[in-house]
Every structure is written in C-alpha cells, then in structure tokens.
C-alpha cells in the first residue's frame, strides 16, 4: 500500500524566516512538496508510531498538500495524524494542539500574510514537539536533505475524507480529523476573565474583528461572538476563502484600510483588530488611535496581571532586535528579564520552554505568550479586551498613561517591496562594510555612537545566529534598523525600521513621521536607498 517515488533535488528548497514559501505554481511542480515533507520527515528521528499534526490555513492548494502529508507522514511510520477538518488549523491553533496532544511535532501549511490564490503564495513550515517552529539547527538539516534527496515514501491510497470528524485508517495508520476550533477556544477561556469581558460588552463596549476572509474567522465568530457575546456582525469577512477575497491578509495600515478609516471615524467601535492568514499576526486600533505592535507588546506586559492566566507575574519579556524598546522599559519597572532575539518566533521556543520570557513580541504585529509556541492574533486581541474590560478606561487613555509612565517610543518600519535581489544585497554588503568606520559620524543633528551587525547568542542551547540585521545606534538612544525580509517570495524586501525615545509627555502628540523625520532622512543618506533601489518612496509604511 506504499510506495517508494525516484525523485531529483531542488535547489531553492531552503526555509525562511518561518518555513519555505514560494508562489503556488513552484509547489505544483513534480515532486516538489513531496521532497520538501519528506526532507523534513528525514531530518527526523524517534517519531514511528507518534503523533504528526497537520493544518493549514485553508489558502489555495491546502487540502491537495493536506492529502500529500498525510499519505507520506502513514508511508513513513507516524502512527496517527490529527487533521482539522477541513485542513484547517489556525498556525496557534496547530501549536496549542500539538502540545495539548503531545505529538512528536506538525505541518503547518501557510505563507501566512501573503496572498494566496493560484499565481500567489503556500508555504510549508515544520513545528517540533513543543509546538513551535524547527530550530535553525532542524530547517538547516532539512536545506541539508532537500539538495541530496532521491526518493520518497507515500501511501498509495484513496483521499482521506477531511470534512468529517472522526477516525479514519490509513494505511495503517490513523488520521483523526478534529474539531479546528474547539481546543483553542477553551484555552483561551482558561487564560481570560470571560465573565469581565462579557459584562464589558453587554455594557455597550462595541468591538470590531476583520478576519480578511482568512483563518481566525471560524475562531473570532466562535469565541468573540458565541461564547463572549459582542454583537452579531461584530466579525467582519469571517469565511476563509482560498484567495482570501483577492486581498493581501495582512492586518496593517495598509491592508486593513477599511477599518482603520472605521476606526478613525465619529461614531467608531470602541476597540478594533485584524488578524492575518493563519492568525498568528494582530493589529490593535482604538478608538482614535493605532497602537503600534511595538507598543502594544509593552502595554499589554504592563498590565498582563489583569489576566487571570498571568495573575502571577511574568517570568520576563522577550522582543526581536527590531521591535521598539518599549518593552525594555516595561521590564525594567517590573524588575524582570528583557531578552533580545533575531527576527523570527522560533527564537523565543528555548526561552519560553526554559521559563525565562512569559510574553513575546515582534514590530511585525505578532505578540503571544507561553501558552503556545506560536504568536498569537487571537490571544493579543483578548488580553487587550481582558485589560480594558477590568481597566474600564478607553485604549487612548490606556496608551496615553502607559507613555507618561515609560515615556514615548516612536517607532516606524518603512518597507521596500520587490527589489532587486542584487541592488538589495548590495546595500546591505555596503552598510556592513561601512560598520567600523560609523561611530562619531554626525548626519544633521544626529551623531551615530555605534553601529553592529547584529549576532544573537541563545542562553539556553549557546546557539549563535550571525546576520541578523544591521543597527545604527545615535546617541540619545534613537536608531535604525536595516535588514531583509526573510518571508517575501519576489525580489528582495528591504525593511528599515525607525525609532526614537521621547520621554516628555508634552511631546506625545506629534505624528510619527514627523517625529522620525530626521531618523528617515538619515537612514537614507546611510544606505543610499534611492539611489540602489531606484525607489523614491517606500512600498509600505507601518
Ligand atoms: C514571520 C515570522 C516572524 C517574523 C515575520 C517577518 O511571520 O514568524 O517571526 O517577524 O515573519 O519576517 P521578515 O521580516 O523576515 O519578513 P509570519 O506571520 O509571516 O509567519
């Protein structure tokens, strides 16, 4: 009922920032997903017999994969396999899932914020034991594979039949196809004050949810609407669509425009939020205000007690070298760790298994916590409904305390989509070369006091991560950020992230860009950004 398929490698099967992505006609070449899996099941040892979750986010090409995983994971010994039904599983529902049933480990199917459809993006992602992202040393066995494999293993087998839950055999091995949604909302109702929330909304608290026609829809219309009751219709585009309705599901400023605008209007909700393709991402707007994903990292720290799940304090606060200080702030008043990792989730895994950080975040709107390995959009928003249902002041009021307490990190990331690779590598490999020659170099006011290629040196399993972005630091603690994305599919995406403190409450109402006008203007003159990209503006400004 197996059998073994001569395959050839491809050469640009390498994982990024969180799994190998690649525009859907890539994965329908011959073989392709099949080497990928089966790289990744020989990069494994020790799982005959366990437990392998499958999900994905429901995008074009989901359930053609779901069947490929699950006929290879039966041909290569797993013993059973927990499928949402329908081959969805929200990437925190996956996480919380494989920890719950304690499987070996999962097969996340997404490129997240990306479009989907049949010219845009999938992606595959490996998830270990503890319900987070492969480490390095795991995706770089797998890179390792995917250029020497020369067979795969693969049930022959009938479709397995996702829509119904319950047991099926395959092969001799068991699929169980599970409720998607149901582990995850009571996880959620372990860790926050149900009760508050419910009182808060029945009081008038008018909330709104854009699911972007995306994963967290079945989720939100479950937990917010059914179990908290806020108000039918309070979950916008809540059916997941293939293509995700032709838009970008990406809750920023720019995607999420509609309700942005909403909520910038006379007669907004009092709370706003968007999650993304495979609801890991968040984007928090108030009435009257956005609040940066920076920020609401340290806001959410600040009063994470509110929670019941977090009633005894927090262990520490881990954030990625680009997200803003503002959590550094946070921590130190609360006499906790700080940690500072490279962009990417799977490098919170060690320090929240080791019990160091209880809450992460990351200035690419991913916050969460250690009751999964994964970010979480879901969680972000109800621990911010918990906050404001105990605090019973507007999000505007929360911000506006929290900035006169810690003082004002403005923070922006200005992104230039599908550069050129070569002009993109360019300007990196120019900065980098320029990094000892930069201290004491003045730009207007500005005097730059150091400047480093940031390495990460993980204090759990010593492991070092090098390259993992360029920073110019200004005396006075203002900086600039410059790396590549690591998750685009086109082209390079050049992110330059932009900060500066400002602990004068009188001056916490300036515009960001205005605020970060100089900054900008100095990043620029740095890298010659202009000039290498041919770009006079960026693509995206968050
Ligand atoms: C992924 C990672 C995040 C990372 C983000 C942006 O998010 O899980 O840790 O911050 O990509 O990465 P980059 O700047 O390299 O594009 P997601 O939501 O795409 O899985």
Not at 24 to 41: D, G, L, M, R, T
Not at 393 to 404: G, L, P, Q
Not at 418 to 432: H, I, K, P, Q, Y
Request: proline share 4%.
């Amino acid at each position: 009922m197996t059998k073994t398929v001569t395959t050839t490698p491809y050469t640009d099967q390498k994982p990024g920032t969180s799994g190998l992505r690649k525009k859907v006609p890539v994965f329908q070449q011959q073989n392709y997903a099949e080497n990928f899996i089966q790289s990744i099941f020989d990069s494994l040892e020790g799982f005959a017999g366990k437990t392998l979750v499958i999900g994905g986010d429901g995008r074009f090409y989901n359930r053609e994969v779901i069947q490929i995983a699950i006929k290879m994971a039966a041909a290569n010994g797993f013993g059973r396999v927990l499928v949402g039904r329908g081959g969805i599983l929200s990437t925190p529902a996956a996480s919380h899932v494989i920890r719950k049933y304690e499987a070996f480990g999962g097969i996340v199917l997404s490129a997240s914020h990306n479009p989907g459809g049949p010219t845009e993006d999938f992606g595959i992602k490996y998830n270990i034991g503890n319900g987070g992202p492969a480490p390095e040393k795991v995706t770089d066995a797998i890179y390792a594979r995917t250029k020497t494999i020369e067979t795969y293993k693969i049930a022959d087998v009938a479709d397995v039949n996702l829509d119904a839950e319950g047991e099926q055999d395959v092969a001799g091995m068991t699929v169980q196809v599970i409720n998607p949604v149901s582990d995850y909302a009571e996880l959620m109702e372990s860790l926050f004050d149900f009760p508050a929330i419910r009182a808060h909304l029945a009081s008038g608290f008018r909330i709104v949810f854009d699911a972007m026609s995306a994963v967290t829809g079945p989720y939100a219309k479950e937990i917010l609407e059914n179990r908290l009751g806020a108000a039918k219709g309070s979950v916008l585009n809540f059916v997941p669509l293939p293509d995700f309705g032709g838009h970008h599901p990406d809750p920023n400023l720019v995607h999420a425009r509609a309700l942005y605008e909403e909520m910038m209007g006379d007669d907004a909700p009092d709370f706003g939020a968007a999650s993304d393709g495979d609801g890991d991402r968040n984007l928090i707007i108030g009435k009257g205000i956005f609040v940066t994903p920076s920020d609401s990292l340290a806001m959410l720290a600040a009063n994470a007690t509110l929670a019941p799940g977090y009633a005894k304090g927090l262990a520490g606060i881990a954030r990625s070298m680009p997200t803003s200080g503002a959590a550094d702030r946070v921590a130190e008043k609360l006499g906790i760790g700080i940690y500072e990792t490279p962009t990417g989730w799977k490098f919170f895994g060690n320090l929240l298994d080791a019990g160091l950080a209880t809450i992460c975040g990351e200035e690419s709107a991913g916050t969460g916590s250690s009751h999964v390995r994964e970010k979480d959009g879901l969680w972000a928003v109800l621990l911010w409904l918990n906050i404001l249902a105990v605090r019973k002041e507007s999000v505007v009021d929360i911000a506006r305390e929290h900035w006169t307490t810690y003082g004002r990190n403005y923070y922006s990331r200005h992104d230039y989509e599908e550069v050129d690779s070569a002009a993109a590598n360019g300007l990196m490999e120019t900065l980098r070369g320029q990094l000892a020659t930069l201290p004491g170099r003045k730009l207007g006011d500005l005097v730059i006091e150091t400047a480093d290629d940031f390495s990460y040196h993980d204090p759990v399993d010593q492991s070092v991560s090098n390259h993992q972005g360029i920073r110019i630091l200004f005396e006075g603690g203002s900086r600039v950020v410059f790396r590549l994305s690591g998750t685009g599919t086109s082209g390079a995406t050049l992110r330059v992230y932009i900060e500066r403190f400002e602990p004068d409450a009188a001056k916490h109402d300036i515009d960001t860009q205005v605020a970060l006008a100089d900054l900008i203007e100095a990043a620029n003159t740095l890298a010659g950004i202009k000039e290498r990209t041919g770009r006079a503006e960026p693509t995206v400004i968050t």
